[in-house]
């Protein structure tokens, strides 16, 4: 047992230092962070903002293309909506996770000072929604939540822009669908910026 485990760990290390780039060339571990925030004004009372990020692992195959895990979380919040003269939703909170693997496939050479990206991934997706049911004839106040998961798709273009030997300055938009496969999928798209890291 003991020597099948050292023939295992052996050859994960072997793996490991062989995939490694030669002196010279880009880091094969990268961490990444990003976000963005927004709000927009529905009316004279009513208001909707939106907070984004995402950050993850990003580990190079061969130059120009990575193999990347993220984790995104976008939240939106709408103080106020009418429904009719007697029925208005407030506090509507909207919060969706989504945790996805894919491939981060550089458009421009490694040493370049901008390198246009693109990535394609997929993986799982969780959204919670809730808000204030308020029947004004009644003046009562319900409280509702409703939580969905399922399979998410995800796409985003940017580019980075290689500020030192271990920091890139990046923008992106950023999309993804939960439950893609399906007719009817809604695509939700963000944008945002960050730093990447090199190690």
Request: charged share 15%; proline share 3%.
């Amino acid at each position: 047992m003991r020597i099948t485990i050292r023939r295992i760990s052996l050859a994960l290390c072997s793996f490991v230092l062989f995939s490694l780039p030669s002196q010279g060339a880009s880091s094969a571990l990268e961490f990444f962070g990003k976000a963005s925030y927004s709000k927009t004004n529905l009316g004279a009372q009513q208001y909707l903002q939106s907070l984004s990020g995402s950050t993850g692992i990003a580990i190079m195959l061969i130059p120009q293309v990575r193999i990347e895990g993220r984790y995104t979380l976008q939240n939106q919040y709408q103080n106020m909506l009418t429904l009719s003269a007697l029925d208005v939703l407030t506090n509507i909170k909207v919060q969706t996770a989504v945790y996805s693997a894919g491939l981060d496939i550089a458009l421009a050479g490694e040493r370049s000072t901008f390198v246009p990206f693109f990535y394609f991934g997929a993986g799982y997706a969780e959204t919670l929604r809730t808000w204030d049911y308020t029947d004004l004839n009644t003046n009562t106040t319900t409280p509702g939540e409703d939580q969905r998961t399922g399979l998410a798709g995800q796409v985003a273009f940017g580019v980075r822009w290689r500020v030192s030997k271990g920091v890139a300055f990046e923008l992106e938009a950023n999309a993804y669908s939960i439950n893609f496969y399906k007719p009817g999928a809604l695509v939700d798209v963000s944008g945002n910026a960050g730093l990447r890291f090199f190690m």
